[in-house]
């Protein structure tokens, strides 16, 4: 509730006065596992992160290229529409390698 994944059954939780309705990057999460959510395929993980950059204007066909890109530079494009527990151990770890920075197109730093 606190990063915006899931809706409070009653009340609301504010940042600056504004309620927490979606997932942003204001919000911080630390996962204590693979950085995986578990209901969308690897393909939509990336463009997960890809679409809460600060100030994308990406659209939806540009997003899926560059998770697609993304993901043929860990070796998993034939993953891509899997869900995180389809995935090895080994080939959950290699989708989280790559950390993408806003404006670092083409590059990803391990």
Same mark, same amino acid.
């Given at each position: 509730m606190l990063a915006g994944l899931e809706s409070a059954d009653e009340g609301a939780i504010l940042l600056e006065g504004e309620?927490?309705?979606?997932? !942003?990057?204001?919000?911080?999460? +630390?996962?204590?596992?693979? +950085?995986?959510? #578990?209901?969308? !395929?690897?393909?939509?993980? +990336?463009?997960?992160? *890809? %679409?809460? %950059? #600060?100030? !994308? @204007? !990406? @659209?939806?066909?540009? *997003?899926?290229?560059?998770? /697609?890109?993304?993901? /043929?530079?860990?070796?998993?494009?034939?993953?891509?529409d899997q869900r995180p527990s389809q995935l090895s151990g080994d080939a959950a770890a290699r989708r989280n390698r790559p950390r993408l920075r806003p404006g670092a197109e083409g590059d990803a730093a391990g």
């Open positions: 309620p927490i309705t979606a997932p !942003s990057r204001q919000l911080g999460i +630390v996962f204590q596992q693979h +950085v995986l959510l #578990p209901w969308m !395929s690897a393909r939509q993980n +990336v463009v997960f992160a *890809l %679409e809460t %950059e #600060p100030g !994308s @204007t !990406s @659209t939806k066909e540009e *997003l899926r290229e560059r998770a /697609d890109k993304y993901l /043929d530079l860990v070796n998993l494009s034939h993953a891509a």
